[in-house]
């Protein structure tokens, strides 16, 4: 059943507690038609049910404390190496949850963050229900082909139909099936640009269809270029959604003053930084030899671009002064670095190293800790390259924030009221 756009202050509750319908009519002996008369809030709950769900709540918040300050908790689904995590961290959360299959990003994740849980793996092997309670889903799910069939078809097969029809095989109905199960206050959803025209559109309107009409929330959604925060043309879609009407806006988004240039984000290589190998090196923390591209690859480079540019294509590399904006870094910049290539004055042009990508994506910032690399170069450019721009996801997390606490607010004003009509029947 497809939520209410007003859900009942019973029905909250049974989601707060984990609980489906059918966990009710068990625990409790009433038959499916009572219990969804207590959802509908056409008859008031009685007493013994009451009294079931809020110990199913109590006894999660005892295994599941939150810590004190935290505004809200979050999970973190295919979290690469924790942009998602590292914005939301900064914007007041406290992470509960963490699936990422990769074990290399993982490597690169548990060294950045502190974790009183499981970094779990494969998130399609994990059932909703081992997930702890959260209040927002956060997730740069993969795009995958979605196949699409008729309702009506598949009512005739006998076969499932709605979002587990349409998006089953998908990395996306993981994601909705935990939204149906858990129903949190809200979500952020994070893919590339291309994904409103994939299939000529269709991918994109079985994502709205499934988030907006099978299973209830208020969706909003915008292409937003990181180059307001770091030096880097960087076009993604961000997908947010509330489980009530709450009036967010994305043209209230917040900017920087100043938009960034390559230049804040490369090595100064005149001793204001110390050396860090294997990136930088000497008294000036210089940067190494090996990222200066050889002569063979430079002049591949060149080849390559001059033969697209005669055939009217605009294949090639992009070469960068201390005043520009780059183009997108990508998970196959270790192969050549050619989308982004730092000038040299009297040298080869030079990839950046994975502690510029860092800076380039947003985790490291001025006056915080190093990001630790872990990893080797071609698995750091790789995880940078998939990674979120961590400034601009922070920004929308912000901007969510007094919209998910205001849900929350509601919603612990409506169990409130359940716990005390409880009490008063028991009296």
């Known amino acids: 059943m497809a939520p209410n756009d007003h859900q009942t202050s019973f029905a909250l509750l049974r989601e707060k507690a984990g609980m489906t319908i059918e966990d009710v009519m068990e625990l409790t002996g009433k038959s499916k038609s009572t219990v969804y008369r207590w959802e509908n809030g ?27 300050g935290a505004a809200f908790r979050f999970i973190d689904l295919f979290a690469g190496i924790g942009g998602m995590r590292k914005a939301f961290d900064a914007a007041g959360g406290q992470c509960v949850f963490t ?30 229900s081992e997930i702890p309670a959260h209040d927002v889903l ?16 598949k009512n005739s097969l006998g076969r499932a139909h709605g979002f587990e029809d349409k998006t089953q095989g998908t990395l996306f109905f993981d994601v909705a099936r935990i939204l149906a199960h858990h129903r949190p206050a809200a979500f952020l959803l994070e893919n590339v640009k291309n994904l409103k025209g994939h299939d000529k559109g269709r991918t994109f309107q079985t ?27 960087r076009e993604r879609i961000f997908i947010v959604g509330f489980r009530e009407d709450v009036p967010f806006d994305f043209d209230q988004l917040v900017f920087p003053e100043k938009p960034p240039v390559l230049g804040d984000i490369l090595h100064p290589e ?40 005669a055939a009217g294509n605009g294949f090639g590399f992009g070469i960068n002064g201390r005043d ?22 009297g040298n080869r042009p030079r990839r950046l190293t994975p502690r510029e990508c860092a800076r380039l994506m947003g985790f490291d910032m001025p006056g915080q800790p190093l990001f630790e ?36 607010a509601g919603q612990q004003q409506g169990q409130a009221q359940l716990v005390f009509e409880a009490e008063k029947a028991t009296a």
Not at 326 to 341: F, H, W
């Open 270 to 309: 005149n001793g204001d930084e110390e050396a860090e190998s294997p990136f930088t090196e000497g008294d000036a923390a210089t940067v190494a030899e090996k990222y200066t591209l050889t002569e063979k690859l430079w002049n591949y480079l060149q080849a390559y671009a001059d033969k697209h540019k």
């Open 373 to 408: 690399i872990p990893v080797s170069d071609t698995q750091a450019y790789k995880q940078f390259g998939n990674a979120v721009v961590v400034p601009k996801v922070k920004a929308i997390a912000q901007l969510m924030r007094p919209h998910v606490e205001a849900i929350l």
């Open 324 to 345: 520009d904006v780059t183009r997108t870094l990508s998970a196959r910049y270790y192969k050549d670095g050619s989308e982004i290539l730092v000038h040299q004055q």
């Open 207 to 233: 994502i709205m269809e499934t988030l907006q009409d099978e299973l209830g929330y208020h969706v909003h959604h915008r292409i937003i270029d990181a180059q307001h925060w770091v030096p880097q043309h």
């Open 42 to 68: 056409q008859i008031q709950a009685d007493r013994l049910a009451l009294k079931v769900i809020n110990e199913r709540i109590a006894h999660a918040a005892r295994g599941h404390e939150s810590k004190p």
């Open 138 to 153: 956060v997730a740069g799910f993969p795009c995958q082909p979605f196949s699409i069939a008729g309702v009506s078809k």
């Open 99 to 128: 699936s990422e299959w990769n074990k290399y990003a993982r490597m690169t994740y548990q060294a950045n963050y502190e974790c009183d849980h499981e970094v779990t793996g494969d998130i399609t092997k994990i059932a909703a």
